[in-house]
């Protein structure tokens, strides 16, 4: 138990280690400069429900100066809150291309999707971009992530993301702030990790960008209408086309609106049982990517060693360094001193979760269950 006890303990140095230098290197690249001819850009933004923060996720891209851009907005409910802001947006920015979709048409089980099916009418651009709702996006973003596209070989770009907490104070606070942890410092890491190591087997719902004609080669969003991990898999089929993902330098922020300790729970099985499904190799091996507790481990498997206790130390300290490292230094933002006592709870509750990942294929979506499929297709258990 000894050798096996140390050998966690060192992987999960090694690990803490890396992340914290992937994401170092990432916060010292500079953003793209917007290119001299922009191509026009159709906008896609799916709605559903006036969640927190909408109308300033919505206003940040609004107020993006970008020639060419058309922006639509759709709803599948005609009665969807979220018509008031959109409404509200159009009166403040008369000037901007901007339509909208109100049909009920289901394509799939994604609802998601099938909204994006039902927008597709209204597109009038060959470039795309796909943003979900709750996505708040930097000056300059359009013009950043739709710059590879004028390389024919890139086949979509996406963003990285960070998570904003959707509130500040009681349980709805502190599950907000875990499910944002789990995001800025365990998953973001993780893709950070990959991509300096090479990989580009990824693609997220904050941002993605491609062409027309590259989504037409796929077969449209109907390919991708019964999936729960719709975005990784636009990105698979793009890539068995021969084209290239580019992860853009562009940051944007998403909200995390987590009101209990249960719709976290949810909310991180789902996403960790759907990354099962679609890599299971890598998400066994994604166990050492929770380095706290795996230090942990080992150090009760060494029984206490001298050695073990080093390594646990010494991974606490980079973990904590990494949690400075993903912290955003912009004025108002909270201090990382803060967050401090959150980091085990929030790296042992992922931990223990990405475990119970193993246990089942179901996961809750709303008030529905479904069972993922190794294709990541998702079917309602009935």
């Not at 959109?86 to 909208?100: F, K, M, S, T």
């Not at 089929?237 to 330098?249: D, F, M, N, P, Y």
Request: glycine content about 10%; hydrophobic content about 50%; charged content about 20%.
């Amino acid at each position: 138990m000894l050798a096996l006890g140390l050998l966690l303990g060192a992987a999960a140095l090694g690990y803490a280690l890396t992340a914290y230098l992937a994401v170092l290197r990432s916060r010292n690249i500079a953003f793209p400069p917007a290119p001299d001819g922009r191509e026009p850009v159709t906008v896609l933004k799916p709605l559903c429900g006036a969640e927190p923060g909408l109308a300033e996720a919505l206003r940040s891209l609004c107020a993006q100066d970008y020639p060419g851009m058309q922006i639509v907005f759709g709803v599948q409910d005609p009665d969807d809150p979220a018509l008031a802001v959109v409404r509200a947006l159009e009166a403040q920015y008369p000037g901007l291309d901007i339509a909208v979709v109100i049909d009920a048409a289901r394509h799939g089980f994604s609802a998601k999707v099938s909204n994006l099916i039902n927008m597709m009418r209204a597109a009038r651009h060959e470039w795309l971009v796909l943003a979900d709702s709750d996505v708040r996006v930097p000056p300059g973003y359009l013009a950043g992530v739709c710059a590879p596209l004028a390389d024919p070989s890139v086949g979509i770009v996406t963003c990285p993301y960070r998570g904003r907490p959707a509130h500040s104070g009681g349980a709805a606070g502190l599950c907000s702030r875990l499910g944002a942890l789990f995001v800025n410092e365990w998953f973001m890491p993780s893709v950070r990790v990959a991509a300096l190591l090479g990989s580009r087997d990824f693609a997220f719902g904050a941002t993605i960008a491609l062409r027309r004609s590259a989504l037409e080669g796929i077969g449209g969003f109907a390919a991708i209408a019964d999936q729960l991990a719709d975005d990784y898999r636009l990105g698979e089929l793009t890539r068995a086309q021969g084209l290239r993902t580019v992860l853009s330098e562009v940051v944007v922020d998403t909200g995390i609106d987590e009101r209990s300790l249960r719709q976290l729970v949810q909310h991180e099985t789902r996403w960790l049982r759907t990354i099962r499904a679609v890599r299971p190799g890598g998400y066994a091996a994604s166990g050492i990517t929770f380095s706290l507790p795996v230090a942990v481990l080992g150090w009760a498997l060494a029984g206490g060693s001298m050695a073990a206790v080093t390594l646990l130390i010494a991974t606490a300290a980079a973990r904590v360094m990494l949690h400075f490292a993903a912290g955003d230094p912009g004025p108002g933002k909270a201090s990382p001193w803060r967050g401090l006592w959150l980091l085990p709870l929030s790296d042992g509750l992922g931990f223990a979760l990405w475990c119970w990942g193993f246990a089942a294929r179901e996961v809750q979506w709303r008030q529905e269950r479904y069972r993922v499929e190794r294709d990541g297709s998702a079917h309602p258990i009935t």
